[in-house]
């Protein structure tokens, strides 16, 4: 029999004498305890990681990130002495950090869609005929707080016939709204009242324009008297301030008339003379009625210099600038593309261009490719969009498809190049490329805006962060565990009696 002391015996297999003691009385302690014990600490186990999964699972769907991983970053890194590669290191940085906070905020409202159907001719339509209702009532109300806040003013209460239409625009009935509009034209010739019968009674479009030329005539004459009148005072300023609101939207609807009746060159004059008489009024984004039209011609010459005027650093941008941008640059070089030959000897200066101006438009709305592609189906657009989201991605698509079909190559240069632009911007939702990180508010608005039977697209997707993957496999493994030392304890009193010899030997065989 062997009387070595352990000590000895450690001092000759070349390890550690302290950690081996340390060892054999952790293995000891192992011996002695019970299955009750592992079935206690391995259902603990369980529970507290559970605990940590869900907490994880909640905070991500709240914050669009990992709370572990956040705190790790936020904390962690600086007192081990990383740095944070996103902190800005100019006063430049930070304004301009400043400044895109300041535009996501912005770019999270709601916007008048400029390409909006009419209610009567068009959405009615399309219920008779599907059953389905194409407008939300999310979408339906901002309607009526559009119209009550440009067709009417403190001074209604003056003329009887205004009065009425006052109450009509605040009338959530249709047939309500329609019947106050013939009780406003039995009193005088009412703009609004014709304004309300074109958009909402009329059954085609060319009964819609022949009631906006009505509108026209009655609303010419109110924005003269008024026009006379501002510099009276306070009440008269309102007064053609909305007399002028009212003037600009019918012409701007006799356009649109006359864009859906095939009659464009005329549409595209009257957009041209409109804006020309009202260039202050950018908030009903006529250029993009321009800028659809001009397509439809084929000229896009004045196409591009529409776009020079509006694609400009300091102003909003949209899908429809964007998107039409990408396409100008892409008709140089569509037609005889090919992503073999590309492959091979590398992309043109034209290319090149191409190529950078679909990932622009992309980044700035990711979700417009999959209807120009017809990946998904199209629905027709709502009354109101939101920049960068689903719905303007639907508005945007509805009636630029066929622009894009007419560009020779245009579409597969698209369909070749448009995922590119997502692994220059691996996460969207935190830093961005050309614009701002990716609104998270999207969603939640444009569920607001489209019917219940449009899978709204959400894109980027939100990958699920390593913790949460982490924390749920680590509850699953505990959970079994517990789970068969409750079934099973003398087996796996064995098991872990086995593993706790096989670590007390094997890895001290190679340590110093």
Request: with cysteine; charged share 20%; hydrophobic share 40%.
């Amino acid at each position: 029999v062997s009387h070595e002391h352990p000590m000895d015996v450690a001092f000759v297999h070349g390890q550690c004498p302290c950690l081996f003691f340390l060892v054999s009385a952790v293995s000891m302690f192992l011996n002695t305890l019970t299955p009750k014990f592992y079935v206690a600490l391995t259902g603990t186990s369980s529970l507290i990681s559970g605990l940590i999964l869900i907490f994880e699972w909640w905070y991500f769907r709240k914050y669009g990130t990992s709370f572990i991983e956040q705190v790790s970053v936020s904390h962690l890194r600086p007192l081990l002495g990383g740095v944070d590669s996103s902190s800005p290191t100019n006063p430049n940085t930070s304004n301009g950090e400043a400044d895109s906070n300041r535009q996501s905020v912005s770019e999270c409202k709601v916007w008048r869609n400029p390409l909006n159907l009419f209610r009567g001719a068009e959405y009615n339509r399309y219920t008779w005929v599907t059953g389905r209702e194409p407008l939300t009532y999310y979408d339906m109300n901002l309607s009526a707080q559009d119209h009550q806040t440009f067709f009417t003013c403190d001074s209604d209460h003056l003329r009887p016939a205004d009065a009425i239409m006052q109450k009509a625009w605040r009338e959530r009935n249709p047939q309500a709204r329609i019947s106050a509009a013939h009780e406003a034209l039995e009193l005088e010739d009412c703009a609004t009242a014709y304004i309300l019968l074109a958009e909402e009674e009329a059954t085609t479009i060319m009964e819609a324009e022949r009631l906006f030329k009505q509108a026209l005539k009655a609303g010419e004459g109110c924005y003269r008297r008024s026009q006379q009148l501002q510099h009276h005072g306070t009440q008269y300023e309102a007064q053609h301030r909305r007399d002028t609101n009212v003037l600009v939207y019918i012409k701007r609807r006799l356009a649109m008339c006359s864009r859906k009746l095939g009659r464009t060159r005329e549409a595209v004059k009257m957009m041209r003379d409109l804006m020309k008489e009202f260039p202050l009024l950018s908030m009903f984004n006529i250029h993009e009625n321009l800028l659809e039209s001009l397509l439809e011609l084929q000229n896009y010459a004045d196409v591009q210099a529409v776009l020079a005027k509006y694609d400009d650093i300091s102003l909003p941008k949209s899908a429809t600038i964007c998107y039409t941008a990408a396409l100008l640059k892409a008709r140089a070089v569509s037609d005889k593309f090919s992503p073999e030959a590309a492959s091979r000897r590398g992309l043109s200066t034209a290319e090149m261009n191409a190529v950078e101006a679909i990932h622009r438009a992309v980044e700035f709305n990711p979700h417009v490719p999959k209807y120009l592609l017809e990946m998904k189906s199209l629905i027709l657009p709502p009354e109101h969009i939101l920049k960068r989201g689903d719905s303007e991605a639907i508005a945007y698509a509805f009636f630029h498809l066929q622009h894009w079909k007419r560009v020779e190559g245009a579409l597969n240069l698209l369909h070749c190049t448009w995922e590119g632009t997502f692994r220059m911007i691996p996460y969207p939702l935190e830093k961005g490329h050309l614009f701002y990180p990716y609104p998270i508010c999207t969603e939640t608005a444009d569920r607001e805006l489209l019917p219940m039977f449009h899978e709204v697209s959400v894109y980027p997707k939100k990958e699920l962060p390593f913790f949460i993957l982490f924390t749920a496999g680590l509850c699953s493994f505990t959970a079994m565990l517990a789970l068969l030392t409750h079934q099973f304890p003398e087996l796996m009193g064995v098991f872990a009696k086995a593993v706790s010899t096989f670590i007390r030997n094997s890895p001290l065989e190679f340590l110093v």
